[in-house]
């Protein structure tokens, strides 16, 4: 069975710092990886996704992620922080076959200092 | 394209009774899902449909839940009867596929007193 585990329940990084959210994945073949983001009161918010290809996946808003088979992580990144950056992070995992859905990680909360 | 639908956004209810909840997939979206989030558990899947058809309902906690898709526009989440702790937010969300990006809705806020 497919998992994910974010192994940062809060990170805080100052606006306008780098920042990377890590996301290792368990899975036999090779993954669908997604990240998304959810603000206060809102649903989730895809960000970006990788199904094959260039291993480095650029999104919206700034982010990017990358996908290395032999660490199993699918880490994202973001070079400056802005304050409305702030939000919780989830990384998902899906199985490219069949009836398989989707495994969502447990979020990291992103605080942002001035 | 107007998204994922969700009623009502809000729901305070007391406990004993009933509670439904609506969601209205994208159109075109063969695949919708119910999860259910909690600050303790996190996001939970708690079953979805593939054209229509229940797939996989083992996320549901029990047999107060029921979940129906009549049509391929419109699914609902019913609580019967409703407790206290299944105060939480319900997403629906939708994909064209089972593995593909899964577009959520707002969310529907419920609280059992």
């Known amino acids: 069975a497919q998992s994910v585990t974010q192994p940062d329940i809060h990170i805080t990084v100052s606006e306008g710092a780098s920042l990377e959210l890590r996301c290792n994945y368990s899975?036999?073949?090779?993954?669908?990886l997604f990240w998304y983001v959810q603000s206060p009161g809102q649903g989730l918010q895809l960000l970006l996704k990788?199904?094959?290809?260039?291993?480095l996946v650029q999104g919206i808003k700034g982010f990017e992620a990358e996908f290395k088979r032999s660490q199993s992580s699918f880490n994202l990144r973001k070079p400056s922080v802005h304050w409305s950056d702030a939000a919780e992070y989830f990384c998902?995992?899906?199985?490219?076959?069949?009836?398989?859905?989707?495994?969502f990680g447990k979020g990291t909360m992103l605080l942002v200092s001035p | 394209d107007a998204g994922v639908i969700q009623s009502p956004r809000h729901e305070v209810t007391e406990m004993g009774q009933e509670v439904t909840l609506r969601c209205k997939p994208i159109?075109?979206?063969?695949?919708l899902f119910w999860y259910r989030q909690t600050m303790m558990r996190g996001l939970e899947l708690l079953i979805y449909f593939n054209n229509n058809v229940p797939i996989d309902d083992s996320g549901m906690p029990e047999d107060r839940f029921s979940a129906k898709m009549p049509n391929a526009s419109f699914s609902t989440l019913k609580i019967q009867p409703s407790e206290p702790r299944d105060s939480a937010v319900y997403f629906c969300?939708?994909?064209?596929?089972?593995?593909?990006?899964?577009?959520f809705g707002p969310g529907t806020r419920l609280t059992v007193l």
């Open positions: 899975y036999g073949a090779t993954p669908y």
């Open positions: 159109s075109g979206h063969d695949y």
């Open positions: 969300a939708s994909s064209r596929q089972g593995t593909d990006t899964q577009y």
């Open positions: 998902a995992v899906g199985a490219n076959s069949g009836y398989s859905t989707l495994t």
């Open positions: 990788y199904f094959s290809g260039d291993t």
